[in-house]
């Protein structure tokens, strides 16, 4: 069945660094693929997003391009800052509309 | 439009006894999903409907777990006989068939501990 592999955490990094996590999926044809951020105490955001192949998601610095080549989904930002740190969930979209997640990578941001 | 609202936000029940949990999804939003999400994982679909029909549900799903969404709009979750293992944040969400990606937008969950 349909599947995805992330990097596991965490992941600590000082301010300004720059960020990757990797992301892998297993799916029937091109699903669409998401990252989602939980920041602490809060609720599940969509973070960015893309629906085809060779698509680019961005928001906030951060972006991703959707690899069928590769299979892939990394999510990059070139600086990192504190208010970075959260669990960030790479994610693809299922044949019944539900979305399938992957096991999150905790992101810690020194100042 | 506050978003998906959940309640209550946390529960702590005693093994055995029933609970049950409401969403309410973004108005106008016509599919609403039921996740899990326990310590450390990322969130597990349980079930989904459309407007008020229930179309799916995950072998997750046990004979003790039963949703409704009547008239297509709040749905609820409940869980019979509650076992420890059923302690996670049960998370809804909801998205609209206008968006050709269905964008979930998920809401602040319920924290269930069952002791």
């Known amino acids: 069945g349909d599947s995805v592999t992330q990097m596991e955490g965490p992941v600590t990094l000082s301010e300004e660094a720059f960020l990757t996590i990797n992301c892998t999926y297993t799916?029937?044809?091109?699903?669409?693929l998401f990252w989602y951020v939980q920041y602490p105490g809060e609720g599940l955001q969509l973070l960015l997003k893309a629906t085809k192949a060779d698509d680019k998601g961005s928001n906030k610095g951060f972006e991703a391009t959707y690899r069928k080549e590769t299979t892939s989904f990394h999510l990059e930002k070139g600086s990192v800052q504190v208010s970075d740190s959260a669990v960030y969930f790479c994610a693809l979209r299922g044949s019944q509309g539900n979305l399938i997640f992957g096991k999150g990578t905790k992101l810690s941001v020194k100042p | 439009d506050t978003g998906v609202s959940q309640d209550p936000r946390h529960k702590i029940t005693k093994r055995g006894q029933n609970v049950t949990f409401r969403c309410d999804p973004i108005s106008e939003h016509n599919r609403l999903y039921w996740y899990r999400q326990t310590l450390g994982q990322g969130p597990e679909f349980l079930t989904y409907f459309q407007n008020e029909a229930q179309l799916e549900k995950s072998r997750l799903l046990s004979d003790r777990f039963s949703a409704e969404r009547p008239k297509g709009s709040f749905s609820t979750l409940e869980i019979q006989r509650t076992e420890q293992g059923d302690s996670a944040m049960y998370l809804c969400?909801?998205?609209?068939?206008?968006?050709?990606?269905?964008?979930?937008?998920f809401g602040p969950g319920t924290r269930l501990t069952v002791t």
């Open positions: 799916a029937t044809g091109y699903p669409s």
């Open positions: 969400a909801s998205s609209s068939y206008r968006d050709r990606a269905f964008e979930q937008y």
